[in-house]
């Protein structure tokens, strides 16, 4: 279940941001000073840019002016490809996002339940004592190419235990609160939503950081 909602979720995301391929801090939009922007010049061809943190990247063919199916360049965020719808829908991407984020939170739910009840949490994401004094020894050997064999292999060790802890109890709860803090009928009925992520622009600059990071940790 995962595996399919977590590629549409990343898909429709990104036609979501391509309305408006940039990201602000606090309640408001500030134009002038955005934390990450994407823009497009006037040149013949025109030349794609990507701005983070005020340093500017020429990112010509990929993002913001990207090559479509025609072979022309298009002037789209993340392209064509990368999206889902592959046309530019904000509609579209918004139906698919929000289906398959209930589905993803019910999926979620389900299987910490199942965990919890059968017990099976504490042995597959919780780190035991000896792992932790273990942490050291687990890092060298992965930098050395040095991996378990036999029934160990077979187990996570304690940096995929405390990898999958942070995806199920720090980044996954922080994504979906973001995404529900960016709903304006859930801010009306969960008002400090907004004051926990410092505004609505702060939430949707959360909900694209920890979806990155949650591409990364897959």
Not at 122 to 151: C, K, M, N, Y
Request: proline fraction near 6%; aromatic fraction near 12%.
């Amino acid at each position: 279940m995962n595996a399919l909602c977590l590629p549409v979720l990343l898909m429709s995301g990104l036609q979501i941001f391509n309305a408006h391929p940039a990201l602000y801090w606090g309640k408001v939009s500030t134009f002038d000073k955005p934390i990450m922007a994407m823009s497009q010049n006037e040149d013949d061809p025109p030349k794609g840019t990507t701005t983070v943190l005020g340093h500017t990247f020429d990112t010509t063919g990929y993002l913001r002016s990207s090559t479509g199916s025609d072979g022309e360049q298009a002037d789209r965020g993340f392209p064509s490809w990368l999206t889902l719808p592959s046309d530019q829908d904000l509609t579209g991407g918004r139906s698919w996002h929000f289906f398959f984020a209930w589905a993803f939170v019910l999926n979620g739910v389900l299987y910490l339940l199942y965990d919890l009840l059968s017990g099976q949490l504490r042995f597959r994401v919780i780190p035991q004592r000896d792992e932790v004094h273990r942490f050291g020894a687990s890092v060298w050997e992965h930098l050395t190419l040095r991996f378990p064999e036999g029934d160990e292999s077979k187990r996570y060790n304690v940096i995929q235990k405390l990898t999958y802890a942070i995806v199920l109890f720090v980044l996954l709860p922080v994504q979906v609160l973001a995404g529900l803090a960016m709903s304006p009928a859930m801010d009306a009925v969960f008002p400090f939503l907004l004051t926990l992520f410092d505004g609505r622009k702060s939430a949707r600059t959360v909900h694209f950081v920890v979806a990155a990071l949650l591409v990364r940790s897959a």
